[in-house]
T-cell receptor
Framework: AQSVTQLDSQVPVFEEAPVELRCNYS??????LFWYVQYPNQGLQLLLK??????LVKGINGFEAEFNKSQTSFHLRKPSVHISDTAEYFC????????FGKGTRLHILP | KAGVTQTPRYLIKTRGQQVTLSCSPI?????VSWYQQTPGQGLQFLFE???????NKGNFPGRFSGRQFSNSRSEMNVSTLELGDSALYLC????????????FGPGTRLTVT
C-alpha cells in the first residue's frame, strides 16, 4: 500500500531565505507525485507534479521539487521565500488513487 | 473554464441532523473525490466517484455517503451528525486517470453544535 510522510508539521523561515519541505513516500509500484498548496480559507491548488522523465520538476511561484527514487523522496524547495508563501503544503502520491500527506505549515518570519 | 464549485460554503447544523453537500466539477471531468479536513487529522479521503460509480472509499462510517449524477455533479450526505463531523469538506475533480491532478473547490465549512 502506498503512503506519504511529511516529516515536518511546521517550518518557520525568514523572508528571502531558502526553504525545503520534506516528503517521503512508499509504494510498491511506479507512482506519480504531486505538491499542492492551500492558502488560508481556500481549497488546494497544484504547485507541481512528477510523472516521469527529468527528476527536477519546476512549478508555479518559483517552487521546484526533486524526485529521488533511491531515497523515495520528493522534497519541495524554493530559493527565496516571500510573505505570500505563507500556506499549508501537501505532498501526494498516486497510483490508482491519490494519497495526501498530513501537510506542512510554512511560516514566513519578517 | 469554470472551476470546481461547492455549495453551500458554510453550514451550521445540530447533532443528530443530516446534511447534504453539493459539488459541481470542471466541465469534462468524470471523477469527483471528497475529503474531510480537520486540524487534528489533516486531509482524509472519503470517497471517489467516476461515471456515477463509487470507485474508491476511505475509512469512514456508513453515515457518510455520496452519489454522482449523469452530469458528473456529486453530492455527499452525512446522517446523524456528530460534533466530530465539524470540518472543512473539500471536493476535487479530475479526468480520473492516474497522473492527472485533482482540481479542488473552495470547500464547505460544516459546524455541528
Amino acid at each position: 500500500a502506498q503512503s506519504v510522510t511529511q516529516l515536518d508539521s511546521q517550518v518557520p523561515v525568514f523572508e528571502e531565505a531558502p526553504v525545503e519541505l520534506r516528503c517521503n513516500y512508499s509504494s510498491s509500484v511506479s507512482v506519480y507525485l504531486f505538491w499542492y498548496v492551500q492558502y488560508p480559507n481556500q481549497g488546494l491548488q497544484l504547485l507541481l507534479k512528477y510523472l516521469s522523465g527529468s527528476t527536477l520538476v519546476k512549478g508555479i511561484n518559483g517552487f521546484e521539487a526533486e524526485f529521488n527514487k533511491s531515497q523515495t523522496s520528493f522534497h519541495l524547495r524554493k530559493p527565496s521565500v516571500h510573505i505570500s508563501d505563507t500556506a499549508e503544503y501537501f505532498c501526494a502520491v498516486s497510483d490508482d488513487k491519490i494519497i495526501f500527506g498530513k501537510g506542512t505549515r510554512l511560516h514566513i518570519l519578517p | 473554464k469554470a472551476g470546481v464549485t461547492q455549495t453551500p460554503r458554510y453550514l451550521i447544523k445540530t447533532r443528530g441532523q443530516q446534511v447534504t453537500l453539493s459539488c459541481s466539477p470542471i466541465s469534462g471531468h468524470r471523477s469527483v473525490s471528497w475529503y474531510q479536513q480537520t486540524p487534528g487529522q489533516g486531509l482524509q479521503f472519503l470517497f471517489e466517484y467516476f461515471s456515477e460509480t463509487q470507485r474508491n472509499k476511505g475509512n469512514f462510517p456508513g453515515r457518510f455517503s455520496g452519489r454522482q449524477f449523469s452530469n458528473s455533479r456529486s453530492e455527499m450526505n452525512v446522517s446523524t451528525l456528530e460534533l466530530g463531523d465539524s470540518a472543512l469538506y473539500l471536493c476535487a475533480s479530475s479526468l480520473g486517470r492516474p497522473g492527472y491532478e485533482q482540481y479542488f473547490g473552495p470547500g464547505t465549512r460544516l459546524t455541528v453544535t
